[in-house]
């Protein structure tokens, strides 16, 4: 059995790769790259009674997986370039061999993946980071889960300039409904709900907008979105109203949030 373990700023995932079963995944929370990667490994062995003597060795990525020195528990212990990671994983869950990834996390990563060959062609600062900072100092709200809440309640018209606010028809292809600002049009009683909202959208949309340019680039239809922020509900409405403006497919697969550490298992 081969482990991968995704070691980031806050979540660390961990991916048990055996041929024979399906794909056996855990993750913790800890600001401590040591302690979360020995903490998600020490669960996933005890939660599926596991012995160190199954496991063949462990494969690292991450932002934290350089501040792990050496072997883990006397395994042998390989790091993994986190671009191959991503493409690697997004690839066996998408299970095609030509696609562009969105890998949402902190910020989000923008690859190719052509066949064998995986390119980062670059990304955007804009991610789950975002949603955090912005809420922390708009709302005073950390908490994801809060914010989330938040947002499904929030009206976009109370924030958001939209194309209709400021012409009398459709723009060229773009639909008055789409957004022409945001965060162009706050009303004075714009509610926590709605500035939950608009922290949503604003971030989606950059992601949505900067994926399809990269697809379109390399002449691509397909955008697969891994990483925490795949399986947000909101986002993925956001990204699929995008998908219908360009054409464009999103795929949002199974346990798209473990992509990387399956990546690095795999590679």
Avoid at 25 to 31: D, I, L, N, S
Avoid at 84 to 95: Q, R
Avoid at 156 to 164: C, E, M
Wanted: proline share 1%; with cysteine.
């Amino acid at each position: 059995m081969v482990i991968g373990i995704d070691i980031g700023s806050t979540t660390t995932k961990v991916a048990a790769v055996n041929t024979e079963k399906d794909i056996i995944k855990v993750k913790t929370r800890a600001v401590d790259p040591i302690t979360s990667a020995t903490g998600a490994f020490g669960k996933l062995l005890v939660e599926n009674h596991l012995s160190l003597d199954n496991i063949e060795r462990i494969n690292i990525t991450g932002v934290g997986a350089a501040k792990i020195p050496g072997d883990l528990f006397g395994i042998r212990t390989n790091r993994i370039d986190e671009m191959t990671a991503i493409g690697t994983g997004g690839k066996h869950l998408a299970k095609k061999d030509r696609i562009i990834i969105a890998n949402i996390g902190t910020g989000t990563a923008i690859l190719e993946v052509n066949d064998g060959k995986i390119t980062h062609l670059g990304g955007t600062g804009v991610g789950g980071g975002t949603i955090i900072g912005l809420a922390h100092e708009m709302l005073s709200l950390s908490d994801y889960d809060t914010i989330m809440c938040y947002a499904a309640k929030g009206d976009l018209k109370n924030i958001d300039l939209h194309i209709g606010d400021i012409a009398e028809s459709n723009i060229g292809f773009l639909n008055r409904e789409y957004t022409a600002s945001n965060f162009g049009k706050i009303v004075e009683t714009a509610s926590k709900e709605d500035l939950a909202a608009g922290i949503l959208n604003l971030t989606y949309q950059v992601i949505g907008m900067v994926s399809v340019f990269a697809a379109k680039s390399k002449n691509n239809d397909t955008i697969v979105v891994t990483g925490n922020g795949s399986k947000n509900p909101i986002g993925q409405r956001i990204l699929n109203s995008i998908s219908k403006m360009y054409q464009i497919h999103y795929e949002f697969p199974a346990d798209a949030e473990y992509a990387t550490a399956i990546g690095a298992a795999k590679s």
